[in-house]
């Protein structure tokens, strides 16, 4: 029976295809493909861990029957007992099999996607006692899973995947060709780590129940230029295994089990999609110019050194922003030496073909996190987004913070380099900033390294910073506005949270006063400044942002088209007008709207 389940539209588009669940679990698990031929290993790791956790539970056993008799032994037994009798069942091992084999997930993937199935029908069991047994088979697999975390596991490998033109009905389906079906990964929340592992696979759009449209899974959605819906609530619930599904990116709607009615519908609407992305492409060679003649600069977005192909694809003409961040996570707690940085940034500046690229130094925290072995990083404060994160840990991790820099300065020695410094708000850590870039730089003159010169930035996301703008302006040669924090911060409310997702406003008077005294105060002294944050990439907000004065946006690669389609029809002139009148407004969005 066909239903539907609402979220947040963050990522435009339709995507049609087959769930695949990621369940969340008390373990952290790790969620990517293996190739064919390492299967086998998996299913021996998989095969490892149930050996280990049969041997835990048997030594317990013996150690009860040799502590003599005792009033709790024969429920403590019996219990035991189970998760032995669990640990031999088929449909578990011979499930997690299926999903390591059919599906090539990895085998700690593969362990809670069984898990999932099986919870499933212990909750549609009538007899209460069986109900509960599901609280038993989650024991188990999570002795299982936190075995596995000490077990060599395959490199991570996306399996290319063919994806069908359309889609039918699961009765529809040719049994032959299941494996050429599109997919749809359905999931409670997806961190950054899995976003990037997930980045270059088979999946033709996301769903989870959590998050908000700047959090940073939608984020990274829109960068890959796939549907994705996120505050979807109980999606991951309602959503089972293998479950034909629709994601309408632009409304917000997941449609599961669609007739062959809504998909007929719902595939003329991508297909037409399709059709409006071939007709932006042509755009990508014509300058980004106002009507009256205004250049306007379209940058890009990115997470890793490879995506500077997408960008010159798209006709970027520098990278606005790269994530350093995203080299820092998924890994176990060991962070990138400055030899694999100074790769990764050489790697994106030569990418770039003598284009600039803004490096962002490491902005973790919030909805950002390290692994927990990373150290403090990892440490999780009642309040993430307001602890120690982006350049409070750098300054508080000084070590780790001259790897980092060290880095940039030589990959500068291959092309022009801007570097960012994010999350600034006081004059002191200006200061300390400043004083460790100095001393980078000496540290490589000491060592005889070849280096570059970068210029100066810092991203106004804070209040303090945007009401402070003449300090900055003394110090950077640049800023960058980092919109979806500065939202954040000046509402106070939480951008992942889907629970207030409707009081994130871009354009509440105060966020606007905010912005546009930033724009005209560099300006006025003659220093760059630009818009890094979705705002950015949101075509609703272009002629705002003209208006205000902006003439540098940076967004992801996918949005830069449609981007430049708007500037091709503003006229800067009369924009500059309208924009005040939106700016003095008590209800800017009522105005914007007409």
Known sequence: MSFTVHGLAVSRGIAI???IIVASSRVDVAHYFVKAEQTEDEIERLRQARN???????????????????DAHPELTALLDVHLMLLQDEQLIGGVKHWI???????????????????????????????ERKADLEQVVERMLRFMRGVASAVAAPVPTPLVDGAKGSEGVDPDAEAAVPLVLVAHDLSPADMLQFKQSVFAGFVTDVGGKTSHTAIVARSMDIPAVVGARSASHLVQQDDWVIIDGEAGVVVVDPSPILLAEYGFKQRQGEVERERLSRLKNTPAVTLDGQK?????NIEQPEDTAGALKAGAVGVGLFRSEFLFMGREGKLPDEEEQYRAYSQAVEGMQGLPVTIRTVDVGADKPLDRSAGRSGEEGLNPSLGLRAIRWSLAEPAMFLVQLRAILRAAAHGPINLLIPMLAHASEIRQTLALVERAREQLLASGAEFGPVRLGAMIEIPAAALTIPLFLR???FLSVGTNDLIQYTLAID???????HLYDPVHPAVLHLLASTISQCRALGKGVSVCGEMAGDVAMTRLLIGLGLRSFSMHPSQILAVKQQILRCDTSRLQTWAQSVLIAEDPAALMAD
């Open 495 to 501: 951008r992942a949270d889907e629970a207030v997702a």
């Open 101 to 131: 084999v059919e599906r090539h997930y990895n085998a700690e993937w593969a362990l809670t996607a069984q898990l999932e199935v099986i919870a499933r029908q212990f909750d549609e069991m009538e007899d209460p006692y069986l109900r």
């Open 52 to 70: 280990a956790v049969v041997e835990e539970i048997l030594r317990v056993q013996n150690s009860l029957h040799e502590a003599g008799p005792n």
């Open 475 to 477: 110090h950077f040669d």
């Open 17 to 19: 295809g087959r769930a």
């Open 296 to 300: 306007i600069e379209l940058l890009a």
